[in-house]
């Protein structure tokens, strides 16, 4: 199985620039989520969603945006790009049971310059 | 906001010593999870724990979730160069899904040969 797949693997932006991270996980999992890793600053959730059409913000949800319109796919948009957001972004889903844990995908790591 | 603090943030040490992690909290998680992460990947789940005083024993890694679930620990006997990577800790204050996990900053273990 592959798992949760993120792409691109690296992206370099310019100021104002918008993308969209791909994240694509085939376990069949409801619930998926946005983090963003900074360094000494852990995981921070970005927004999450608990099944398809459903979507929630988590800790820093200013300056992105998501849609779940499959169970499969979860994008996340950034729009106008700052630096602030410079960072690796990672994509995860989970089964309903906390105590199966966390799938993570390898990662975007993003530059806005 | 329940929050976890990790202690050590670095650790350095060489092959064959033994180690301990600690993940600490003021809340009460109703599960406890630790995940490596290797450069460039996303994090990979170890282990879950849910009762209070539980022990979990995984090769060369234990795991204890504190009497009251507020606290883990993670202690490594005979450390290995393979056992580098990033340790971090996770809350969950529900069994489901829906309550999201918490993240603690991590602890960045080298282990020298």
């Known amino acids: 199985n592959a798992g949760v797949t993120q792409t691109p693997k690296f992206r370099i932006l310019k100021i104002g620039q918008s993308m969209t991270l791909q994240c694509a996980q085939d376990m069949n999992h409801n619930y998926m989520y946005w983090y963003r890793q900074d360094p000494g600053m852990g995981l921070k959730l970005i927004y999450y969603?608990?099944?398809?059409?459903?979507?929630d913000k988590g800790e820093v949800p200013n300056g992105y945006n998501v849609s779940r319109s499959t169970t499969e796919d979860f994008p996340l948009r950034l729009e106008l790009a700052a630096p602030s957001q410079t960072s690796v972004y990672f994509c995860a889903s989970s089964h309903y049971r906390v105590g199966y844990g966390y799938t993570f995908g390898s990662g975007t790591r993003l530059t806005v310059v | 906001t329940q929050l976890l603090e990790q202690s050590p943030q670095f650790l350095s040490i060489q092959e064959g010593e033994n180690l301990t992690v600690y993940c600490n909290s003021s809340s009460v998680f109703s599960s406890l999870q630790w995940y490596r992460q290797e450069p460039g990947e996303g994090p990979v789940l170890l282990v879950t724990?849910?009762?209070?005083?539980e022990v979990k024993k995984l090769k060369r890694l234990t795991f204890q979730f504190g009497d009251a679930r507020k606290d883990s620990s993670l202690h490594i006997t005979a450390a290995q160069p393979g056992d580098t990577g990033l340790y971090l800790c996770a809350g969950g204050a529900q069994e489901t899904s829906g309550s999201r996990l918490t993240f603690g900053e991590g602890t960045q273990l080298t282990v020298n040969p």
């Open positions: 969603s608990v099944g398809a059409g459903i979507t």
């Open positions: 724990v849910v009762t209070g005083g």
